[in-house]
Structures are given as structure tokens and as C-alpha cells.
């Protein structure tokens, strides 16, 4: 259980929460547990996914809570898998939460640090998360292409 405000880290060491004060009305037992990649909704275009899929879940007084009221910041030690689907270039790294209620993945604002090997986001949002990288072909990203094509 993280104290409110406060911070927890996976047993390996992979994912990082960060919680702000009053992001939950009470305390909170947060589990963040590994899941399978790919075996649920189609990736963004653009995107594919490497090997670093988990699912952070919160319980308040016997109730689910998948939406905070502060933010969390989510930080993933990315693997050589992710860094492989990103053609090892991790800057092309992003983090992206499920989101049930549309089918889709949504990819989110993510800040990449090479010197920690990881990358991070802030959201108010549990659920499922992965690492998914950004495909980009003969160096140029996938859209390029299709503004080069409409030329």
C-alpha cells in the first residue's frame, strides 16, 4: 500500500508510480502486475509494441479506482525488446494506456531518458499500459510516406 502522495516500484525494479498528494480519497493497495502484449485491441498506426505490457489497478475502501483524482507520474524501465521495435532508437518510445471503453489504445505524452533507460508519462489514469515505439521506415516516419504519396 503507497502512502498517499507517495511512491512505489516494482519488485524488479521496471515500473515506477509516483503518486501527488490526493490522488486517491483514502489508502489505496495498488498492484501492478505484468500482462501479455498484443493479445487485445489494434495498435495505433504507427506503432507497434515491444515486450513491456502491465496493468496498474487500485482498490479504495473495496471499490476499483481507474481514474485518480491527482496525477501519477508512470515510469518504465524500457527492455531491448521495446528498444527493437523502436529500430534501437528509444526516443521513439511512447507509453499508452487501453482505454476499454473505445477499443483503442491512446498513446500518451512521454518523456524518454536514455541515461536511465527509461521512459515516463504523467496522467490520472490506471488500467492496462504498454511501451509502444514509433515505426519508422527508411528513416523517414511511416506518414511521411503518405505525404510523399499525395504530392
Not at 69 to 90: E, F, H, M, Q, W
Not at 115 to 120: I, K, Q, Y
Request: glycine fraction near 10%; charged fraction near 15%; aromatic fraction near 8%.
Amino acid at each position: 500500500m503507497p502512502p498517499i502522495g507517495g511512491r512505489l516500484t516494482t519488485e524488479s525494479g521496471r515500473v515506477t508510480l509516483r503518486f501527488e498528494e490526493g490522488a486517491f480519497t483514502g489508502d489505496a493497495t495498488v498492484t501492478i502486475e505484468p500482462i501479455p502484449c498484443g493479445t487485445w485491441g489494434a495498435l495505433p498506426q504507427g506503432f507497434r509494441t515491444g515486450d513491456s505490457c502491465f496493468r496498474i489497478t487500485a482498490m479504495v475502501d473495496g471499490k476499483l479506482v481507474t481514474d485518480l483524482l491527482a496525477k501519477v507520474t508512470i515510469c518504465v524501465r524500457y527492455s531491448a525488446a521495446d528498444k527493437a521495435a523502436a529500430n534501437g532508437n528509444p526516443t521513439r518510445l511512447k507509453l499508452a494506456y487501453y482505454d476499454q471503453t473505445n477499443d483503442q489504445w491512446q498513446i500518451q505524452s512521454s518523456e524518454v531518458h536514455t541515461s536511465a533507460g527509461t521512459v515516463c508519462t504523467t496522467t490520472n489514469r490506471l488500467g492496462d499500459w504498454s511501451v509502444l515505439a514509433r515505426i519508422v521506415v527508411g528513416g523517414l516516419v511511416w506518414w511521411h510516406y503518405l505525404l510523399l504519396v499525395g504530392v
